[in-house]
Structure formats: structure tokens, C-alpha cells
């Protein structure tokens, strides 16, 4: 993974105080913490945050107390986690129990921490070696998966369960993504939809449409992305340079509506899907070249170095 892990810590205001020191103690080990108090702005939306906030982590830090069993916002930001709407795949949560709170049956077969206000730089460093085992058991079943696709296949000799990449009852399954593939859309984040506001306001009828990607891009893609988008070599009447963005593996179209993403946006979207991936491929490919061309002048420097150890005689 290219950048830091991301954990989104989910608390009742009552908790407030442990759950600030908690992400200040996370934040020490590297970690990219996402906490609602630093986040939002006034005139947020705060389900729309919330939920473009769970998609685009890694891990999913809950703080069970009794407080957060009574609060709304918590039981929906542990449902938007937990469900597969939001999460990505290999999304984690954490659960930590507060002052002996009951765990909530969604969490029930969870291995849970006790956290206090006197161990929080312990469960800090513990949280921090979970996430790096639970990346690299992550990364070792992506690497298998890519190694099982790649390996030729044998005719079987009796029935068996289909694999991803075979038909099944239901048919064809897409086969596991691969590192390289061109990045697309997959669909639309719905728990993300913003909604309008209507008061009669300019532009007041618009609002964000988040759109979930095949996978997380690189930064170089990001970046390629939103310029693209901001200056296409044709787009729509429609096309509005500046309301693009790429958070994680999602692109969030701010100021449109779904009708507009229908009519206008779509086919402009395949067209800097299409100019991105290409021009991604041919950056990369390069890379690849120039780092090989280094590879070799390294070798030749060294085989120099050694012909001229065996030429040169000093007595």
C-alpha cells in the first residue's frame, strides 16, 4: 500500500476525550486518523462525510460504551462499516470496549480490547501492530489470488466448486482484479448521494454524487484524473471543469445530480477514463524502461570496474 493506513474512530460524545487521545496516540504510529470533531465544517452534511469517510478507510476503530450503544450516529456508523454498501474489500473493524460495556450482537464474534483512560498509549502500539499483521495477511492473499489466476489451468476430472474466475449456477464471475488492469467504475457509492438543498438558492438543486472504483489509483492517476477532467480535448455543453475530485478508490462528482451524471457526465467520464489509463500505462512503462536502462548502465559500470581490477598492476 503506497500510503499510510487510514482508521476511522467511532465515538459518543460522552467518549469525546478518550477518543481524541486514542487517534492522537494512533496518529503517533504513522497512522492516518479520521475523527468526526477535526473533520467536519459547519454546514456539513454529516451522514454524507460519515459515509464517504468509512468508504475511502482501511480499518474501522469502534469504541463500544454504553453511551454509543444509546447514540443513532453510532449504530449507523457501525451499520454503514459492517455492511458491504460502504466497505471496501479487507475492511476492518476494531472493536474496543469501554468500562465494561455490553458488546452489540453485530460485533459478538469480534476479538475486542479493553481500553481506559490509562492504557490508551498501550492499546495505541496494539492497534498499530494489529494493522500492519492485518496488511500483510492482505497483501499475501492478494498476491496467492493473482498467482492462482496466473497459473494454467488443468481440465478437472469431477465436479467441483467454481472459482471466481469460472462459471457457477448464477454464471460468469468477473476474475480477480489485477494490479495492472485499467482502473473503471464500478457504480455509485448510494449511501454517499448528498441531497439537495431546494432553497431556492443557485445551484441549491445540486449535490455530490460519489462514484466507487475498481480499485484504490495511485497517486500519479489522481492527479491525471482531475486535470483531465478539468481540461478534456472535447466534453459535453454539460461539463463542469472543478467538480471532480478522487478520494481513495472513489471519484465524487460535486454540484451535479444523478440526472445530468445520466445524460451528460458518463460519456465523458469513459472518454478521461479511457485517456487516463493510457497515459498512465505509457508513464509507467517508461518508468519501467528507465529504471531497467539504469540496471544495466549499473551492470556495465561494474563489469568495467572489474576488468579493470584484473588489467591493473600496482608493483
Known sequence: MGSSPSVFVSY???????ARALADALARHGLRVWIDEGELKVGDSIIECIATAIADIDFFLALVSEASRDSNWCRKELALAITGVLGREGMKVLPLRVDRANMPASLADLFYLEVTRDNVGEIATRI???????????????????????????????????????????????APLREDDPIRIVGIVAEGV??????GTRGSALYRVPLRLSRRPSTMWSRLFVETWDHPPSFTTMHRPGIASVSGDTIVLNGTT???????????????????????G?????????????????????????EAGSRLKFD
Open 282 to 306: 505509457e508513464l509507467e512503462a517508461q518508468e519501467r524502461e528507465a529504471a531497467e536502462r539504469v540496471e544495466q548502465l549499473l551492470r556495465e559500470h561494474e563489469e568495467r570496474i572489474r
Open 258 to 280: 444523478v440526472d445530468e451524471l445520466e445524460k451528460y457526465h458518463v460519456a465523458t467520464l469513459r472518454g478521461v477514463l479511457d485517456m487516463v489509463n493510457r497515459r498512465v
Open 128 to 174: 498499530a501492530s494489529d494493522i500492519a499483521k492485518h496488511q500483510e495477511e492482505q497483501s499475501g492473499r492478494r498476491g496467492a489470488a493473482q498467482r492462482e489466476d496466473a497459473a494454467p489451468r488443468e481440465t478437472p476430472t469431477r465436479p467441483r466448486t467454481p472459482t471466481r474466475s469460472e462459471p457457477g449456477a448464477s454464471g460468469r464471475l468477473p
Open 12 to 18: 459518543a460524545h460522552e467518549d469525546k476525550e478518550l
Open 194 to 199: 448528498g441531497r439537495p438543498r431546494y432553497d
